[in-house]
């Protein structure tokens, strides 16, 4: 029978030659030169130079984005999948209190989020979001705010 001791020896080694295998190991966090991977492409013969008749632009001969709401020209719509959610959470102990809800055609997702901010106000967003021009919201608050008073009587929040 092997002694306790001896078992404990036998472990702690066979534990450290695994650390250390595991630093040198094939995919281990340890740095190694990156390897050729058969690729070797030659560079360009000539540098890119723009078609022929192309005006110089003072920032250079890059495209111009599209006008603001506009798909590029290369852009290809695909409606998205339809979704309705919603979920709410209201924990009075730990003062979280927020909503959320959105729903979509595939094309256009609206919603409106609520969360309670410290002073006692709700703030409430509404927002529409498309492919074509983005996100818009529309932000307001329910109720007025309240500085409770604190130690010595003046304003702030206890703890």
Same mark, same amino acid.
């Given at each position: 029978m092997m002694s306790l001791k001896n078992f404990v020896l036998i472990s702690i080694? $066979?534990?450290?030659?695994?650390? $250390?295998? %595991?630093?040198?190991?094939p995919g281990s966090n340890q740095y190694l030169p990156p390897k050729q991977n058969g690729y070797d492409y030659p560079g360009p013969q000539k540098p890119f130079a723009p078609p022929p008749g192309?005006? %110089?632009?003072?920032?250079?001969?890059?495209?111009?984005?599209?006008?603001?709401?506009?798909?590029?020209?290369?852009?290809?719509?695909?409606?998205?999948?339809?979704? #309705?959610?919603?979920?709410?959470?209201?924990?009075?102990?730990?003062?979280? #209190?927020? %909503?959320?809800k959105a729903s979509s055609d595939g094309d256009v997702v609206t919603g409106e989020y609520r969360v309670q901010l410290p002073d006692?106000?709700?703030? $409430? $967003?509404?927002?529409?979001? #498309?492919w074509k021009t983005g996100?818009?919201? #529309?932000v307001s608050y329910e109720g007025e705010p309240q500085f409770p008073q604190g130690p010595g009587g003046?304003?702030?929040y206890k703890y």
């Open positions: 080694c $066979v534990l450290g030659l695994a650390c $250390v295998y %595991a630093q040198i190991a192309t005006p %110089a632009r003072p920032g250079g001969n890059q495209p111009r984005p599209p006008p603001r709401g506009e798909p590029g020209p290369d852009h290809v719509h695909m409606p998205g999948m339809p979704f #309705d959610f919603e979920y709410a959470v209201n924990d009075v102990e730990t003062a979280n #209190d927020y %909503a959320h006692g106000r709700t703030q $409430v $967003v509404r927002y529409t979001a #498309d996100y818009h919201a #529309d003046r304003p702030g």
